[in-house]
């Protein structure tokens, strides 16, 4: 295992997986999907089938989706599909039930954050929030840069949530029962910093946001 290779992981956990199904005209027969990631960018895209080639030596096919607004990064080898199963990757639906592999807890720690950093490249959105304070009756408009990560998974969250603190990023955590998601916000600009240096991003929108917003 190396940083690309967990990278990776961390990405199909987040934004991939793999798939088996029936043949519509031949039910005996299954055919086998590994999805990389889906991302609306391009360019993002790109750059994780050229990582892949690279880690694992496939090839790999970018299609858009026909009604979804992104592209796919798959494989439809079979064998393909039994490598990443054996990764540890969930088959089929995996929003809740998704948490790291059982040999998450033996990796050192730079493979841990390359593997949390791709989930973050494919779940985590960066925000510039506002908000109106009253000040000696005067209302004085604030904002702030926060790196937001939602997912459905408690266990997921949870195992992000412990690597997080042991790097030194503070963070709040949030469960929102309507909507059955778990958040986690990085907001002030130590944690911010410090997540940039320590995780970062691969994904260039994402990367390009969290630069500019930290420094206005």
């Given at each position: 295992?190396?940083?690309?290779?967990?990278?990776?992981?961390?990405?199909?956990?987040?934004d991939?997986?793999?798939?088996?199904y029936r043949?519509?005209?031949?039910?005996?027969?299954y055919?086998?999907?590994?999805?990389?990631?889906?991302?609306?960018?391009?360019?993002f895209?790109?750059?994780?089938?050229?990582l892949?080639?690279?880690?694992?030596?496939i090839?790999t096919?970018?299609k858009?989706?026909?009604?979804?607004n992104?592209?796919?990064?798959?494989?439809?080898?079979?064998n393909?599909?039994?490598?990443?199963?054996?990764?540890g990757?969930?088959k089929?639906?995996?929003?809740?039930?998704?948490?790291?592999?059982f040999y998450?807890?033996?990796?050192?720690?730079?493979?841990k954050?390359?593997m949390?950093?791709?989930?973050?490249?494919?779940?985590?959105?960066?925000?510039?929030?506002?908000?109106n304070?009253k000040l000696?009756?005067?209302i004085?408009?604030?904002?702030?840069?926060?790196?937001?990560?939602?997912m459905s998974?408690?266990?997921i969250i949870?195992?992000?949530?412990?690597?997080?603190?042991?790097?030194?990023?503070?963070?709040?955590k949030?469960?929102?029962f309507?909507?059955?998601?778990?958040?986690?916000?990085?907001r002030?600009?130590?944690?911010l910093?410090?997540f940039?240096?320590?995780?970062?991003?691969l994904?260039p929108i994402?990367?390009?946001?969290?630069?500019?917003?930290?420094y206005?």
């Amino acid at each position: 295992m190396n940083c690309g290779k967990a990278y990776l992981i961390g990405l199909m956990l987040a934004d991939g997986g793999i798939y088996s199904y029936r043949d519509k005209n031949y039910p005996k027969t299954y055919h086998r999907q590994v999805d990389f990631v889906a991302d609306k960018s391009l360019d993002f895209v790109s750059i994780i089938s050229k990582l892949v080639k690279q880690e694992f030596n496939i090839s790999t096919k970018i299609k858009k989706h026909s009604s979804a607004n992104c592209y796919y990064v798959s494989n439809y080898e079979k064998n393909i599909f039994f490598k990443f199963a054996r990764f540890g990757i969930p088959k089929g639906e995996k929003t809740h039930k998704i948490t790291f592999p059982f040999y998450f807890k033996g990796l050192s720690l730079e493979l841990k954050l390359a593997m949390i950093k791709g989930i973050f490249d494919g779940e985590a959105t960066i925000i510039m929030r506002k908000e109106n304070h009253k000040l000696k009756g005067k209302i004085k408009s604030y904002q702030y840069p926060i790196i937001e990560l939602k997912m459905s998974s408690p266990k997921i969250i949870e195992q992000i949530a412990e690597t997080l603190k042991e790097i030194g990023i503070s963070f709040n955590k949030y469960f929102y029962f309507n909507k059955k998601r778990f958040e986690i916000h990085i907001r002030d600009r130590f944690s911010l910093e410090n997540f940039k240096q320590k995780i970062g991003f691969l994904h260039p929108i994402k990367k390009e946001k969290l630069e500019v917003y930290c420094y206005k």
